[in-house]
Every structure is written in structure tokens, then in C-alpha cells.
């Protein structure tokens, strides 16, 4: 991508035009892999999972890792 934008004028009232070139290919490729596991307990039911991302937000090299617990019950 190529940006272009005005960041001031000179003396004599021209335009001071900057501009900047961006890569926008991704570095990496994300890979999400979750695993879960639930059971019964105290008259509800216990959740509990774990998250692993590789190459997060398509950026070679990023981890993001999670582990989450939840519990749900009817009344």
C-alpha cells in the first residue's frame, strides 16, 4: 500500500506532501487449536478449555495461549 498525506505547508503556501510505502502480505499463518472438556458438577455442568494460536494475528513468531473455566446451571 502506498500512503500519501499533507503534513504542512511551506512559507509560500505550498503543500508539503509525505508519503510512506507499507507491506500488507502477512508474515505468518494463524492456526488456532482449542480443546475442551466438560462433566457434571454440583448440580451444574463445569467447562474447561485451552486455546493455542500460533502465529497470532498472522504475524510469524506471536503465541497467544489461554485456559478458561466456566460453570452453568438451570434454575
Do not use: C, K, M
Request: charged content about 30%.
Amino acid at each position: 500500500a502506498r500512503l500519501r498525506w499533507v503534513a504542512g505547508r511551506t512559507p509560500e503556501g505550498r503543500a508539503e506532501v509525505r508519503e510512506t510505502h507499507l507491506n500488507l502480505e502477512p508474515s505468518g499463518r494463524q492456526i488456532d487449536l482449542e480443546t475442551t472438556w466438560s462433566r457434571p458438577w454440583w448440580d451444574g455442568i463445569l467447562h474447561l478449555a485451552a486455546v493455542a494460536v500460533r502465529d497470532a494475528g498472522h504475524v510469524r513468531g506471536e503465541t497467544e495461549n489461554a485456559l478458561l473455566a466456566r460453570y452453568g446451571r438451570t434454575f
